[in-house]
């Protein structure tokens, strides 16, 4: 492109030439330059833009569901569909016809001599003309009352039609859920008309065109051109004899068949986390097509909000929510006009509320007072503001009950079935997880097909370096000869996947009927990462067949990596086996505790079957050759080096140091014991390798508990579950927004938001604050409580000129002032969204390389901003002190404070500051029964505990309360000591060492290590994941 732009033409006597390259080309006048993008959604710089003309060829949802209806009707009623195009051909027929003669006409006035009216030839053929035209209009007049008709007898299959391009709409959105989500239109198409006829068509590369395939019998030109009735075969018509309520019934048949197809098609391709994000979108899709998705009730349940400063709560209120829950209610009563009455609702029939939302099930129970006639979207506003933990299962039954359960529950992993979807032209691609190899399946499948290695009918090549010249021959080989290839391990060889692509275009034309491409990869570590080529993600059949992940199916996984074989071939049963039945539950654990997502294990780590397999080998090999087991050295080699090689936070390791202390323990060789794994779970004494199996299925029911969790880890789980299920449909729904921005009434009313959040923003902005100010004040700078005062003001100032400066911008461009940039897009949809923009967490440093620590909607985080604010300026008022109590989790750099702290005392006490490190206490005390700060150290308030409760009466962490996920801790006073006095500390049973994170996200946000005083063993809140917290949400 820029090779052609940019190139000055030179004229002179000779033809006008252009430099391409090296060389100077003769410009014909006549040149143009059509370029076409495979991509979907390509973005061209604005300099490109402004010097090409741009063309969207992209089908629209009408245009789509025009199509589509005529595909239905030809398949529903041929006949219809016929006389449709007869018609057609007819009235241009007839339009030809009547332009010839008015060009006769014309003709032969043009050339007549003398007087006109005295030439009986040109009278007699302008006669004979309107005779002809006079009858072109009567059929003319016939064939339009004709299309009426049918017509009308078409519009029957609309609903069919719509909801294709409903569906197709939904697929072409999946994705912005991940990048392996593309579909064609191609691949719809074979899907939709297998839904129509209940047969079978088989996916072929090269089919471009939709008429082709509406009308395959139209493809030659018919011989002669007779009336709409010629061409009727009476034979064809299907549904003719059908009465109106029978039709209805056929097409309400049509119109599920369709959705289940083609939403069954995509479900094989999804991710386990993505599956009920797109039920859910495919139910609102529909809701919203029937007129049933109020847009205030939609916003509420995606994306609530919650009151900044709510009313006070009523004494009867306040025994069932908390403050939390009382903000979202209070800002429900605004957002949407089906609740303005709630809140009072709940006030005067507090005992009906109280039962439903202590109910095991509110998803299925009445809803109590006013809202007891609620629809299914009222009801999951209620379930996502007042019980988030059961959102999940609301959705589950809001979609059974509209679309129907088979949307809910899939059928199991079938590849049988899904290979007979597949062409010489359409390769399988298998999504690669953790303990997934379809390898073996895919050589069972071949060996009953008669594809086997033995007959030179199959090859399974492992992608690396230099293996790219022996998978192409393979391709063309078996191509030719129609054999099977599966290439593993494709997302390795990124830089030659082009030619992969190009190679299954050559072979798709002339490959062999019975040749198939079988490719697995590894999904990108982040979602919108490309590493597969569109075309082959859009033209692929894609299996993502994910592994269980509770306690038994990991544990039975894991046995089967090492085999019958292995488990037996101990000189030493009564030891080894034991052992090992211990690792394999330890594997499940470690790989289990990702589901609870930073709960479990601060950063995500990629365990897998190979690390048990080989942590098996080393028991092994120290069993055989020693007499007493040396459990110290299995702990550290399996705890610190094998499993400890994935773990890179000390948090995480020590969590997986607890489980190898507890079941790698020579109680677990001991004949008479009642040692256990864990709560109701025995360790294995001894058997075959089958009971070994038998004694994993006779085990616990998979809980929290069995992970050393408070139960309350499940409702956490649920928690973020709905948050990801609704976060990954706000994001479809911006999509489909975006894409279908001609709609002017949902783009004026998305525009409205967003100038009314934005007027709001810039009206509560804080102003910047002078650190001169503070400096004037100041009677020594190199304090470093005031040096720290004068960074966290200048942090601040340069968040809020970011904000100011972007919200002006936006504003400018909301106005038509300035052409919308792609940032400025960006932003309009984060103030849509009631989310934080990327480059305001990057300002105030909640934004790192993994992404943001950040969990709060942008209404919460903005006021949490002005609080922030007001802090600080009630510090600056008097630099020289401090608060009574410094609301640390108000603070954009704690990490700071603390140094300070430990400067203060270093000082004091002629210490190097390398040797101190920060010791708390925590104090009987709340923010408000502080007056003022200590003579060593500083008091600070705002943190809250995660996986269990301070108890201020005993002075120690006890057991999280039931549904209680976080509780606020009391004024905690840190001190600066060195860390010889903090190791003894830490040596105490009774004091557990207590991370302390900025926000649930934990991992990266790691501050500094509070000491918590436990009557328990300090391992169970280690299990428990217990944590202290400056953001609880």
């Not at 033809?15 to 060389?23: I, Q, R």
């Not at 129609?482 to 034309?509: I, Y």
């Not at 211990?582 to 990702?594: I, K, N, Q, S, T």
């Not at 206490?921 to 029964?929: A, C, I, N, R, T």
Request: net charge negative; hydrophobic share 40%; proline share 5%.
């Amino acid at each position: 492109l820029d090779c052609g732009r940019r190139q000055t033409i030179k004229r002179g006597k000779a033809a006008p030439t252009v430099k391409l390259g090296d060389h100077e080309v003769d410009l014909d006048p006549r040149f143009r330059l059509f370029l076409q993008t495979k991509l979907t959604n390509p973005h061209f710089p604005p300099e490109v833009q402004a010097e090409t003309t741009l063309v969207n060829f992209t089908v629209t949802q009408e245009g789509l569901e025009d199509q589509l209806l005529a595909l239905a009707v030809s398949k529903e009623r041929p006949d219809l569909e016929e006389q449709k195009q007869v018609l057609i051909q007819e009235q241009t027929s007839y339009k030809l016809k009547i332009r010839d003669l008015e060009d006769s006409i014309l003709v032969q006035l043009a050339g007549a001599e003398g007087d006109v009216l005295e030439n009986i030839t040109l009278i007699e053929n302008l006669e004979a003309s309107k005779k002809v035209a006079s009858s072109i209009a009567d059929k003319v007049a016939v064939s339009k009352q004709t299309e009426v008709s049918i017509n009308e007898a078409r519009e029957a299959y609309r609903p069919v039609a719509a909801r294709g391009a409903l569906v197709f709409f939904l697929l072409a959105e999946l994705t912005m859920l991940h990048c392996f989500h593309h579909y064609s239109l191609n691949a719809f198409l074979v899907v939709y008309e297998s839904a129509i006829t209940g047969q079978r068509r088989k996916f072929t590369l090269g089919e471009s065109s939709l008429l082709k395939q509406i009308l395959p019998n139209l493809r030659e030109k018919p011989k002669r051109l007779g009336t709409v009735w010629d061409k009727v075969d009476t034979r064809k018509t299907i549904a003719a004899s059908m009465n109106a309520e029978e039709l209805a019934d056929r097409v309400s048949a049509l119109t599920e068949s369709i959705t289940y197809s083609v939403f069954s098609f995509a479900r094989r391709g999804l991710f386990e986390r993505h599956k009920l994000v797109v039920a859910t979108q495919l139910m609102l899709k529909v809701m919203k097509s029937d007129g049933e998705l109020p847009a205030d009730e939609y916003e509420a349940f995606v994306a609530p909000g919650r009151a900044v400063n709510p009313t006070s709560m009523p004494d009867h209120v306040a025994e069932l929510l908390t403050d939390a829950q009382w903000a979202l209610v209070s800002w429900l009563k605004d957002a949407a006009e089906a609740f303005k009455a709630l809140p009072e609702d709940m006030d005067a029939n507090s005992a009906a509320w109280a039962v439903w939302l202590a109910s095991a099930t509110p998803e299925t129970g009445d809803v109590p007072g006013d809202m007891r006639g609620a629809t299914a979207l009222q009801r999951l506003v209620l379930l996502r503001i007042l019980r988030p933990d059961r959102v999940i299962e609301g959705l589950r039954t809001s979609i059974a009950a509209r679309l129907g359960q088979r949307f809910v529950v899939q059928e199991p992993h079938d590849l049988v079935q899904i290979f007979g979807d597949s062409t010489s032209s359409t390769p399988l691609l298998f999504v690669l997880f953790p303990g997934v190899d379809p390898g073996a399946e895919i050589e069972e499948l071949g060996n009953k097909l008669g594809f086997s290695a033995k007959k030179e009918r199959y090859v399974s090549v492992s992608m690396g370096q230099g293996q790219e010249s022996f998978a192409e021959r393979m391709l063309h080989h078996h191509a030719r000869e129609g054999g099977w290839v599966f290439l593993q391990n494709v997302h390795l060889m990124e830089s030659w996947l082009p030619r992969l692509e190009k190679v299954l275009e050559q072979v798709a034309e002339t490959g062999h009927s019975d040749f198939r491409c079988f490719l697995s990869a590894e999904p990108p570590a982040f979602p919108h990462m490309q590493t597969i080529p569109e075309s082959i993600l859009q033209s692929a059949v894609k299996i993502a067949n994910e592994p269980p992940t509770d306690i038994k199916a990991n544990m039975q996984a894991a046995l089967g990596t090492i085999g019958e074989r292995f488990f037996e071939s101990s000189t030493k049963p009564e030891v080894f086996k034991p052992i090992v039945f211990a690792l394999a539950f330890f594997h499940a654990l470690v790989l289990g505790r990702r589901r609870f997502g930073s709960l479990g294990f601060s950063r995500p780590y990629p365990f897998s079957g190979g690390d048990f397999s080989v942590c098996a080998s080393v028991v092994k090999n120290y069993v055989e050759a020693r007499d007493v087991v040396p459990w110290s050295d299995l702990r550290y080699i399996i705890g610190d080096i094998m499993y400890g090689g994935h773990v890179t936070d000390a948090w995480d390791r020590r969590c997986s140091a607890t489980y190898l202390d507890h079941l790698l323990d020579s109680k677990l060789l001991e004949k008479k014991t009642d040692f256990l794994l864990a709560p109701g779970f025995r360790a294995f004494a001894h058997g075959t390798f089958a009971d070994a199996r038998a004694h994993v299925d006779h085990g616990p029911a998979d809980s929290p508990l069995l992970f050393g969790l408070h139960t309350n880890a499940d409702l956490s789980l649920l928690i973020a579950e709905a948050d990801d299920v609704c976060e990954g449909v706000r994001e479809l729904s911006a999509e489909g927004t975006s894409s279908s921005a001609s709609s002017g009434t949902a783009a004026a009313a998305r525009e409205s938001k967003m100038q009314s959040t934005l007027t709001e923003l810039q009206m509560k902005l804080p102003f910047s604050r002078s650190s001169q100010d503070i400096r004037a004040k100041a009677a020594d700078m190199s304090a470093p409580y005031t040096i720290f005062l004068v960074q966290e003001v200048e942090r601040l100032n340069h968040l809020v000129s970011e904000i100011k400066r972007s919200l002006a911008e936006l504003e400018l461009g909301l106005a038509g002032a300035l052409n919308m940039s792609p940032a400025m897009d960006i932003l309009a949809g984060h103030l849509h969204a009631n989310t934080v923009p990327d480059e305001w967490l990057r300002a105030c440093g909640q934004m790192g390389p993994t992404g943001s620590y950040n969990r709060r909607p942008l209404s919460t985080w903005y006021a949490d901003l002005m609080q922030r604010d007001r802090h600080l300026v009630d510090w600056g008022k008097d630099p020289n002190g401090r608060p009574p109590s410094v609301w640390i989790s108000g603070l954009y750099n704690p990490m700071g404070f603390v140094t300070a702290c430990l400067q203060i005392t270093a000082r004091g006490k002629g210490l190097a500051l390398d040797s101190m490190t920060v010791s708390t206490s925590v104090l009987p005390l709340f923010q408000d029964q502080v007056t003022e700060q200590p003579e060593e150290g500083a008091y600070v308030h705002g943190l809250f505990i995660e996986g269990a409760r301070w108890d201020v009466e005993s002075a120690c962490i006890m057991h999280s309360f039931h549904k209680e996920l976080h509780s606020s801790m009391p004024v905690i006073h840190l001190k600066g000591v060195t860390a010889k006095e903090q190791t003894k500390v830490a040596q105490q049973s009774n004091v557990y060492m207590c991370p302390v994170y900025m926000t649930t996200a934990r991992g990266p946000t790691y501050q500094f290590t509070s000491h918590l005083p436990s009557s328990l063993p300090t391992s169970v809140w280690t299990l428990a994941g217990v944590c202290l917290l400056m953001q609880a949400v």
